[in-house]
């Protein structure tokens, strides 16, 4: 391995470290932009601001030719709001906030990876653009970046994501869906409160907020048909009372995933009906609040064919992973650009036989450094760039 190639993947993990540190949520990534344009300007690389806190970086901007298409590399910078508990030497600085996600590890592979295509850059077949996006934990950021003009002129795009319950060094790109859409509800139950020693001059939003949890928690199993990929979970009950006391109002969230916009729709009204029905039976009055979030991540399959392609030559015969795994039913703003250009999502194992893989967004999990290599790797292969000297 050369020493500039070693350099560049020992700066990534540091420098992925350093953002874990100080990780910032959705549309507040103020210091970590800071440091992505620092390090940006520091290699001479072009870059611009974009939807804020956003980052376009772009190299070999003169060329363009018919057999080369102007490729965009995607990574996303935001963190959760979630309290550390790794115990890391490098773990979180900030209350309550902290890379659940692996969007540090991501930042650091698309730095690496400007890195070494700067020293390539004039070898580059065509132009590249470097997407720091902010805000993907359910902010849309996708969304504003494209409507900031952050694929104009851009041909294809390219994005991926680590994945603890696959197997390091495994990598799973299918034609077609790779991450389910989602949704998000909240329920307002009204009832009657009053002295608990007195239920029947009551309307009980918790007795009735409970029917409808486990109501709600049957639509999957017994509306839909067994083969539908969907999810259905209540996630939260809130109902602050005095311990004699029943209160007048419950509130209840969830969340739903899905594959496509017709499962969608159908799930959400029927979470509708469930608790209409539920709510008259017990008699207590219910506002069903629903709201979209992202649609399926869904890739073009001559771009997810290249992925594969790249993957199998980089990593091995035995890299790529069972794509029965596949709709992963977490959600992705992803699919925002998917939407508009061709491209393609990868998910790359992160897990490692033998430990406890945490899943993303437990406050036990940290990124696997060393996909950082491997990564880069794909990215430079994906723009067609030279090979990194082994």
């Known amino acids: 391995m050369s020493a500039f190639w070693q350099n560049t993947i020992s700066q ?218 969907a999810v259905l979970s209540v996630t939260s009950f809130n109902a602050p009372s005095g311990l004699t006391v029943i209160p007048q109002q419950a509130v209840l969230g969830g969340s739903i995933r899905v594959p496509d916009v017709a499962t969608r729709d159908a799930i959400n009204a029927l979470i509708v009906e469930v608790v209409e029905h539920t709510a008259h039976a017990y008699g207590v009055k219910a506002q069903v609040n629903i709201q979209p979030r992202y649609n399926a991540t869904t890739n073009h399959a001559k771009q997810a064919s290249r992925v594969r392609a790249a993957w199998l030559d980089l990593a091995g015969v035995d890299a790529l992973d069972t794509p029965i795994r596949v709709p992963i039913m977490a959600s992705e703003d992803f699919s925002y650009y998917l939407e508009e250009i061709p491209g393609a999502f990868a998910l790359v194992g992160a897990g490692i036989a033998g430990e406890q893989a945490y899943p993303c967004h437990s406050p036990f999990y940290d990124f696997n450094d060393a996909l950082i290599e491997p990564v880069t790797r794909l990215y430079a292969r994906l723009v067609g760039a030279p090979q990194p000297t082994q």
Not at 71 to 92: C, H, V
Not at 198 to 210: H, I, N
């Open 12 to 229: 990534a993990i540091s420098f992925r470290r350093e953002l874990h540190c100080e990780p910032e949520l959705s549309w507040h990534e103020t210091r970590t932009a800071q440091k992505i344009r620092k390090a940006l300007g520091d290699l001479n690389i072009d870059w611009s601001p974009c939807a804020g806190t956003g980052t376009l970086a772009r190299l070999n901007t003169a060329a363009k030719s018919a057999s080369a298409p102007h490729i965009a590399l995607r990574g996303d910078i935001d963190a959760l709001p979630i309290q550390e508990q790794t115990g890391k030497s490098w773990a979180s600085r900030q209350m309550g906030c902290m890379h659940a996600c692996g969007h540090d590890g991501h930042t650091a592979v698309l730095l690496a990876a400007a890195r070494y295509l700067k020293s390539v850059e004039y070898q580059l077949p065509g132009p590249v653009t470097l997407i720091f996006q902010p805000a993907e934990e359910g902010g849309h950021g996708a969304l504003r970046m494209i409507e900031a003009g952050a694929l104009q002129g851009i041909d294809e795009i390219y994005g991926w994501h680590n994945w603890p319950a696959i197997p390091q060094g495994k990598l799973v790109c299918p034609d077609g869906i790779v991450m389910c859409g989602n949704g998000t509800f909240e329920i307002t139950v009204t009832g009657q409160g009053g002295h608990a020693s007195q239920p029947e001059l009551c309307r009980d939003p918790v007795l009735a907020g409970s029917a409808m949890v486990q109501a709600l928690q049957q639509v999957v199993a017994r509306r839909l048909a067994p083969q539908q990929a």
